[in-house]
């Protein structure tokens, strides 16, 4: 199966608003593997304790970009980012210490380090412990590895993923108003302790509709070795 990993820029979108040819995997959402939701809530608690300096916050530092490439207020054009949204970026090929935007694009000059796209895992000094232990347990390859917190209000609009790597999620925290919606079907991920697999190559949308915070630890997974094992290769 050839892979379409160049896709092109939807005229009038933020830049990751991208037409791919999709991937046809057999299925939009599926749990992969079971993992010990308690002790992966306890090593969250650890890394909002002891890591705080790691926890990029939307509104609090939009001093990282020289121009915001992510959040559109009106979800015309991009993504709806309340201010209390944030993240920890837990793979990062640079040095560069403390709070870390989810993305590479606009930043200033002081994070223009090599960031996390040369397919290895990169693990920062606040990557340690039980998720790692997950992470290290998959059997495909995974990269740029994060932790989001999505905040009441936040909306991805409609858009696809490069095909080359599609989606892991496991939910920590969530509430029954956060939703997928992959080709018009509405699906909840659960903090069930299961960590799904998500086709990301398919058009799709994501929100929290509800009134706490959404919290995913989640990456990239290769594409290719996941359609290798389902053919038996």
Known sequence: MELDTVGEH??????????Y????????????????????????????RNFSDCKFVYGDNMDAWSDDPLGDDTGRTGHIMPPDSAWYVLS????????????????????????DENDQLNPRYCFTGYAKEI???????VKKIQVSSMAPGHEL???????????????????????????GERIHIPADGWVYLIN??????????????????????NTQSII??????
């Open 10 to 19: 939807v005229p009038g979108f933020k830049y990751y608003i991208m037409k």
């Open 92 to 115: 990062y090929a640079g040095t560069q210490q403390g709070a870390l935007p989810p993305v590479n694009k606009g930043i200033i000059d002081r994070y223009k380090e090599e960031w």
């Open 21 to 48: 040819r999709p991937v046809d995997l057999g299925w939009k959402i599926k749990p992969w593997f079971k993992i010990d939701l308690d002790m992966l809530r306890a090593w969250y608690s650890d890394l909002e």
């Open 135 to 141: 992470i290290d347990s998959m059997e495909f390859p």
């Open 200 to 221: 990301t190559s398919l058009p799709h949308r994501v929100y929290n509709r509800g009134t706490t915070h959404r919290v995913h630890l989640y990456g990239k997974v």
């Open 157 to 183: 609009i409609l858009h696809q993923d490069s095909t080359s790597w599609i989606r892991f999620h496991i939910a920590i925290d969530t509430n029954e108003y956060c939703y997928w919606e992959i080709e």
């Open 228 to 233: 290798n094992a389902q053919s038996g290769n």
